[in-house]
């Protein structure tokens, strides 16, 4: 009997101990954003325990990111910059059934296009549902990410934050590895115009637009016209008195208000007008830039050694893991894209990698591939800040990463009404909302 209850103390202890050591092997990983990116990184982290710790970052008071609507613009009650780019009567440019995350659809009652108060409601019940918000630091500021490197080829990170409303109290935590969520959607790009400076109307970026209303009788400008300034400009015809749609594309072959005209891009500013590239020029009360954004990342250090020039970032290979620092991601660098599924891939990539289940290639290898991208895009025209921009090359790149990493892909008919919905939304961009759809199964969808 003596023996037997000798074993069940060693059996206890050593179980006990091994349950330690695996804790204590686990990986922490430190993720900065909650909004949609950083809740996918924190509920795929906090799912395996034994292999990863997680700690979330965010300066809101909630999760979301930009799907967060605010009035405010310019500044918040804590003098940091509004990062939401939310519009109050914003409806999602795709339908609900190609947005969600694997096995988490949204509410099969909602419309396929829904207002941004839904995409939020919608984040803050993934949070719920994985149990993600004891791993998340809300109102918290990282001020800034060091990299320090340890004996043989291990790198440690020291992230430095503080409380949003005591931004004088910075503590620094170490982290085994670093997964930036902080999203593209927060400082503006303001393209260079000849005549800005003399012109006398307003000029509004489209982060700071939040209501028709605040442009009515007046005659507004709308440069820029991918799919959120198209939206946009149709937003403002409900209250403006003219729009001028001005873009470098081919002319949009689409269904217009009688008060939106298209124009082509803007040769220069007039004091109370603009002159368009074919020489026309009109009066104008309001220039509204739909014109993009900047990546930005103020909390990196130097020796983060990230390079941004003209919107390119590098070293990313697959726009997602910094070459030289391989313990470091960005999740949801590519522009045009279907973003929730992408950011599932693009985590599961990553810490697929993490975890040693999958093994990168050499520094070199992945230099050189990253270089062809790029001197592909070139080669096709397309100028350097279209470096990661995807489109119609996010289908190859989402099965690549989940065939290198042997996961799960995204299922087929996502792409599939992705381009549908694509094909419909050019035709009429007025309309193209009130259409609904169903996902029959992994291959086919139906249109209701």
């Known amino acids: 009997m003596i023996y037997i209850l000798n074993f069940i103390h060693v059996a206890i202890f050593l179980i006990a101990t091994f349950t330690f050591t695996l804790s204590a092997m686990a ?29 979330c970052f965010d300066m ?39 947005m969600a995350f694997p096995n988490f659809p949204f509410q099969t009652s909602k419309p396929s296009y829904i207002v941004h108060q839904d995409v939020l409601e919608y984040l803050e019940s993934y ?11 809300l109102n918290t500021m990282v001020t800034n990410v060091h990299s320090r490197p340890c004996e043989g080829e291990r790198e440690l990170w020291d992230v430095s934050y503080c409380p949003v409303s005591a931004q004088d109290k910075i503590l620094t935590q170490e982290f085994d590895a670093v997964m930036v969520c902080n999203g593209h959607y927060a400082l503006p790009l303001y393209p260079t115009i000849p005549g800005m ?25 709308c440069l820029g016209a991918a799919a959120s300034g198209q939206d946009i400009a149709i937003d403002v015809s409900s209250e403006a008195k003219l729009v001028y749609l001005s873009h470098n594309k081919a002319r ?14 803007i040769q220069a500013l007039g004091p109370h007008s603009v002159i368009f590239l074919n020489g026309e020029e009109a009066e104008i009360d309001v220039l509204l830039l739909c014109t993009g954004y900047h990546y930005h990342f103020p909390f990196l250090s130097e020796d983060c050694q990230v390079q941004i020039s003209d919107e390119r970032l590098t070293p990313l290979y697959k726009h997602l893991i910094h070459i030289d620092h391989p313990t470091m991601a960005f999740i949801g660098i590519p522009k045009t894209i279907c973003p929730f599924p992408q950011f599932d891939v693009q985590v599961r990539f990553f810490l697929s990698g993490l975890s040693g289940r999958f093994r990168l290639p050499s520094n070199a290898d992945m230099l050189s591939d990253t270089e062809r991208d790029f001197q592909r895009r ?21 099965d690549e990463l989940a065939q290198l990493a042997d996961i799960e892909l995204v299922p087929r008919v ?15 961009i007025v309309h193209y909302k009130n259409r609904n759809y169903k996902l029959v199964n992994s291959e086919d969808f139906q249109a209701l």
């Open 378 to 398: 070139l080669s096709e025209g397309l100028p350097p800040r279209y470096a990661h921009v995807l489109g119609p090359r996010q289908w190859e790149y989402n």
């Open 197 to 221: 400076e003399e012109f006398k109307g307003q000029v509004v970026h489209s982060h700071d637009y939040r209501i028709p209303e605040m442009f009515q009788g007046k005659r507004v400008v």
């Open 414 to 428: 996502v792409q599939k009404l992705y381009d549908y919905v694509h094909e419909t939304r050019v035709k009429d």
């Open 27 to 55: 990986k922490r990983v430190a993720v900065i954003g909650a909004g949609a990116a950083g809740l996918c990184a924190a509920r795929h982290l906090s799912a395996s325990p034994d292999l990863f710790s997680v700690v």
């Open 252 to 265: 949009l072959d689409t269904y217009l208000p009688e008060n939106v005209k298209q124009k082509p891009g």
């Open 127 to 137: 949070t719920a549902h994985y149990n993600l918000y004891k791993y998340i630091k």
């Open 60 to 98: 809101s008071s909630t999760v979301g990111g930009t799907w967060n609507y605010t009035d405010l613009t310019g500044k918040d009650e804590h003098g940091l910059p509004v990062q939401s780019s939310m519009y109050k009567n914003l409806r999602t440019n795709l339908p609900k059934e190609v």
